[in-house]
């Protein structure tokens, strides 16, 4: 009997030491191989990635806003633009709330006079000015005095209103195109004054947002004019000023791309509603691109396809046009369409918001857009970031930001790793990557990720930022990496290498290992603070090359992101 159960027990642990070996072989993914050439250069490693925004512009010099804003230039070998909605808008309640702002730039007298104050917009403005930050002015909304519906003006919106709600008397055509073109030119030549006609040269000025929806509640011609009265204005004040627009919303959409090449036709040939001549001066070409992410079985699933194709509509109209050489910023790039919506309130497709996923998503979209630019052969000057901070929200509230309270989340490393690349793009070579194409027609689904790399070159350094994406959010074995470097002129090779993942560069782990408080001790915060900084992996480490040729292996988690920096 004993001799039974003896070898029936030999039998179970020996079935269950095969059926563990069947799990890891099963688990075991296969490696991912990069080759980088560090002479096979293709093009500049230029900064379109150093632009951000936000809605509410009199967060820019509270604590927090100030406290990122320094981060955001700091990170920057460049100077990051950045841009603001409702610069314009009249004082009604408070100035600070979700999807609002207000400068009381505008007002009138009794008889009908216009009355300036730039007390607060110059706050904004210093605030930018003294971080060697840059302006992407632009020019809206509408003060009360000039709105043409102007009751009710100011809007109460919060988390799961209708968006709708947002569009009162702000949103409306001017009254008086020739007063607001005067407001316009006041605020340019106050500008001139107050910071140097060859600064404000550096700026861009545009009018308006999304014209093409809500925020625009006259005419697409009675767009053109406001954008002829105002682009008239700011040459007027300043020849030199770089102007543009029409800052639409994404051109996947036919009604959208219909705005974008009706809008670049009067510009071109139109008849201009302030000067009578013909077309109107545009200096830059700005529209919007917005992915769309649901919430599918309990998982957050991205739809970055969607976003890249508004990316791609839009270089492809550009590209076609009359103006195929002006550059292109993407006033708004972004996973989805409303930094207020917060997980937290019920969007749940949102909840991508606070860890690794938005992380890896900004690698791998960024990375993308790059790539259709160079396709299209467009002037592609910048993807702008709707995404910066709340003030005195809850801690990991779910909002589409760069940090909470102060605290850095994940995604802000990735731009911490922009800024560090420098020179030439390098080709990365890959036997079977994930193309841009291939993510607009079929996502970043099923059993394949997207494992990829974005380089370049300075002089004696290299520079590899590596993700791991995937468009559902969820578990999956850490992926094998192996980057093949060559044609290196140095016997060695210094690795600095950087990590954004669950256990590095991420303060909301730590906030959640801390049990998710909403009051932290002093000591939480420091270690928060600390957390939101962008980690190394390892400690640095020299490789030896052989032939001009190097190899560095490591396993990426799903979702996460790793940095080389190699120097020599």
């Known amino acids: 009997m004993m001799n039974k159960i003896s070898s029936l027990l030999t039998a179970t642990i020996c079935l269950l030491i095969l059926l563990g070996m069947t799990l890891r072989a099963t688990a ?9 050439d560090a002479k096979n250069t293709i093009g500049e490693m230029y900064p379109m990635w150093a632009y951000w925004g936000y809605d509410e512009p009199n967060y820019t010099y509270m604590p927090n806003g100030k406290k ?24 009604e309640g408070p100035r600070a709330a979700l999807k609002w702002g207000s400068t009381d730039v505008y007002t009138e007298d009794e008889e009908g006079n216009p009355v300036y104050n730039w007390e607060v917009m110059d706050r904004i403005m210093d605030t930018y000015i003294e971080r060697g930050m840059k302006p992407l002015v632009e020019v809206g909304f509408m003060p009360k005095a000039l709105s043409s519906e102007p009751e009710p003006y100011r ?19 001017p009254k008086d195109y020739e007063k607001w073109a005067e407001l316009v030119y006041q605020w340019v030549r106050h500008s001139v004054e107050r910071y140097g006609a060859e600064e404000v040269s550096t700026w861009w000025w545009e009018p308006w947002n999304e014209p093409n929806i809500g925020y625009w509640q006259g005419t697409k011609e009675e767009y053109f004019k406001l954008y ?9 004040a300043l020849p030199s000023a770089r102007v543009g627009g029409p800052t639409t919303t994404g051109p996947r959409w036919d009604q959208a791309a219909g705005w974008l090449r009706d809008f670049l036709e009067h510009c071109a040939n139109g008849t201009n509603y302030a000067t009578g001549e013909t077309g109107a001066p545009i200096d830059f070409i700005s529209y919007h691109a917005k992915g769309s992410p649901d919430e599918v079985d309990g998982h957050v699933r991205m739809d970055m396809g969607v976003q890249l194709q508004d990316v791609s509509k839009g270089f492809e109209i550009v590209a076609n046009s009359e103006f195929p050489d002006l550059p292109i910023i993407i006033g708004e790039a972004d996973p989805e369409g409303c930094a207020a919506c917060s997980f937290a309130s019920g ?21 993308k857009m790059y790539e259709l630019a160079d396709q299209y052969g467009i002037n592609f000057e910048g993807a702008l970031s709707w995404s910066f901070q709340f003030e005195n929200k809850p801690w990991f509230d779910g909002f589409r930001s760069m940090s909470t309270n102060g605290v850095d989340k994940p995604v802000l490393n990735i731009f911490r790793m922009f800024g560090m690349m420098q020179g030439d793009r390098l080709a990365v070579g890959q036997d079977d990557p994930i193309t841009a194409h291939e993510v607009i027609e079929q996502g970043v689904r099923g059993k394949q990720s997207d494992i990829n790399a974005l380089a370049s070159r300075t002089g004696n350094a290299m520079y590899i930022m590596v993700w791991n994406y995937h468009d559902d959010d969820l578990p ?21 290498h950087y990590r954004v993942d669950r ?5 909301y782990t730590v906030w959640r290992e801390m049990g998710a408080p909403q009051q932290v001790t002093r000591e939480q915060y420091k270690k928060l603070e600390d957390s939101g900084q962008l980690d190394l992996l390892t400690s640095p480490e020299w490789i030896k090359t052989s032939g001009g040729n190097a190899t560095v292996s490591f396993e990426l988690p799903r979702q996460g992101v790793s940095f080389l920096k190699l120097t020599w």
């Not at 809007?155 to 055509?173: F, V």
């Not at 002829?228 to 204005?233: C, N, R, S």
């Not at 256990?503 to 303060?507: M, P, V």
């Open 28 to 36: 075991q993914q296969d490696t991912t191989s990069l080759a980088i």
């Open 347 to 367: 969007y749940r497709g949102n909840g991508y918001r606070n860890g690794v996923m938005y992380a890896s998503y900004t690698a791998s979209s960024f990375a």
């Open 503 to 507: 256990d590095h560069s991420n303060s």
């Open 155 to 173: 809007h109460y919106w919060s988390p799961g209103d209708a968006y709708e709600d947002i569009y009162t008397g702000w949103s409306q055509p």
């Open 228 to 236: 002829d009265y105002t682009v008239d204005a700011i040459k007027r």
């Open 68 to 91: 990122l804003l320094t981060e955001i230039a700091e990170l920057s070998p460049v100077p990051v633009y950045v841009r603001a909605h409702n610069l314009l808008n009249t004082d």
């Open 476 to 496: 999956a074995p850490d992926a094998p990496v192996q980057i093949e470097l060559s044609n290196i002129d140095a016997p060695q090779v210094l690795l600095h």
